[in-house]
C-alpha cells in the first residue's frame, strides 16, 4: 500500500537526521557501538514521529481551506484521506473548474450573439416605420400616391416587430424551463388539415401547392395542442416559403408503434450541408434576404425544437441543396 506523502517526506527527513547524528556520534565521541546504535534508533523514531506530527498537522491544516473547496459538494468528508488522494482530488477538482469556465465563456459568447442578432432583426423593422412615419409628416401624408401605402408599409414592419417581440418572448420561456404544457387528448390529423387549409392563401401566393397525406384515419396524440399547432405553423410556412414555384408541400402522418410521426417534405431549394448542424439556431437564416423579404423573424425552428423537447419527443431535419428538405418529428399516441 502506497505510503502517505506525509509520512514519505517524515521518513527522508529523519533518515538524514539519523545519518548525521551517526555521523556526529561516531566522529566526537568516543561510544560503544551498542550506545551509537541505541542513539541513533532514538533519534530516528524521536525525529520521525515529530516531523510526522508536523506534517499532519501544520501542513494538513493549511491545506483544510483547499480540502474544503474540492469537497464541498459531498455530503461525506473523510478527514483521514491522504495527501496522494487530496492532490489528485485537486486536480479533478481543476478540470471541472475548467470545463465550468469554459461553460461560461461559450454562455457568454452565446449570450453577445445573442443580443448583437436581437439587435439587428429589431433594428430593420423599426428604422422602416420611422423612415415611413417621417415622410409623412413631412408632408407625404397629404399625397394621395404615397400616403396609404407607406401606412400599409408601416403597418407591416409593426407586425413584424410584434412578431419578433412574440418568439422572443416564447424562446425565453422554454429556455428557461417556464413553458408550460397544457396536454391533452386531440387528433393530429385533424389539426393538420385544419392548419393546412389556414395558410392555403400563402401556398398559393407563393404558388405552392399543400398536399395533406394520411396513413391512419386516427392519430390521436397526448400533447399541447396550441404549441403543436405553432409547430405546424412554422414547419409548413419554412416549406412554403423555400419552395420553388410550381412546387409542392407534402405533410404526411403516420402511426409507427407507440408514435405518431409527422413529415413535412418540400421540393424547394434545399440546404447545403455546411448549414445543417445550424439550422436550430436562434436567428440562423438558410437565406438572409429571401427570409426577412417574407417576414421571418429567424427564431422558428429554434422554437420548434424547443417544443418538441419540451415533450420529450424528437425532431429530425435533412436535406439535398437544390432538392428540397424534409423535417419529421414524433409524438406520443394514445
Excluded: C
Excluded at 555521523?23 to 532514538?42: E, G, Q, R
Excluded at 392555403?200 to 400533447?223: P, T, Y
Excluded at 412554403?240 to 402511426?255: D, M, Q
Aim: glycine fraction near 4%.
Amino acid at each position: 500500500m502506497e505510503l502517505k506523502i506525509s509520512t514519505k517526506l517524515a521518513l527522508s527527513i529523519a533518515l538524514l537526521i539519523t545519518f548525521f547524528n551517526f555521523i556526529l556520534l561516531v566522529f566526537t565521541f568516543n561510544l560503544s557501538v551498542y550506545k551509537v546504535l541505541t542513539i541513533v534508533l532514538a533519534v530516528f523514531l524521536f525525529a520521525f514521529i515529530i516531523i510526522r506530527l508536523f506534517f499532519q498537522n501544520f501542513i494538513e491544516k493549511h491545506l483544510k481551506r483547499i480540502f474544503n473547496i474540492i469537497y464541498a459538494d459531498k455530503t461525506t468528508m473523510k478527514q483521514e484521506n491522504s495527501l496522494v488522494n487530496l492532490l489528485n482530488d485537486a486536480e479533478k477538482w481543476k478540470s471541472n473548474q475548467q470545463f465550468d469556465l469554459d461553460n461560461l465563456q461559450k454562455q457568454n459568447n452565446y449570450r453577445k450573439e445573442f443580443i448583437g442578432n436581437l439587435s439587428h432583426e429589431l433594428k430593420t423593422p423599426l428604422f422602416s416605420i420611422q423612415g415611413y412615419i417621417e415622410t409623412l409628416l413631412d408632408g407625404g401624408i397629404n399625397d394621395a400616391n404615397i400616403n396609404i401605402a407607406y401606412l400599409k408599409k408601416a403597418v407591416n414592419n409593426i407586425e413584424r416587430l410584434s412578431a419578433i417581440v412574440k418568439d422572443v418572448d416564447t424562446i425565453a420561456k422554454v429556455e428557461s424551463d417556464a413553458l408550460n404544457l397544457n396536454k391533452t387528448n386531440f387528433n393530429i390529423l385533424d389539426l393538420v388539415k385544419n392548419t393546412s387549409e389556414n395558410l392555403e392563401l400563402f401556398a398559393d401566393k407563393n404558388d405552392v401547392e399543400l398536399i395533406v397525406n394520411e396513413n391512419s384515419k386516427s392519430a390521436k396524440v397526448f400533447a399541447d395542442k396550441e404549441k403543436i399547432k405553432t409547430i405546424l405553423v412554422n414547419l409548413i410556412t419554412n416549406a412554403i416559403k423555400y419552395g420553388k414555384e410550381n412546387g409542392t408541400t407534402n405533410i404526411l402522418v403516420s402511426v409507427v408503434m407507440n408514435r405518431v410521426v409527422v413529415e413535412i417534405s418540400d421540393n424547394g431549394i434545399g440546404i447545403k450541408e455546411d448549414q445543417l448542424p445550424r439550422v436550430f439556431e436562434r436567428f440562423y437564416r438558410i437565406d438572409s434576404n429571401r427570409s426577412r423579404e417574407q417576414g421571418g423573424s429567424g427564431l422558428g425552428l429554434a422554437i420548434v425544437k424547443h417544443i418538441i423537447e419540451a415533450h420529450n419527443e424528437n425532431i429530425n431535419l435533412k436535406s439535398t441543396f437544390g432538392e428540397g428538405t424534409i423535417v419529421t418529428f414524433t409524438l406520443k399516441k394514445i
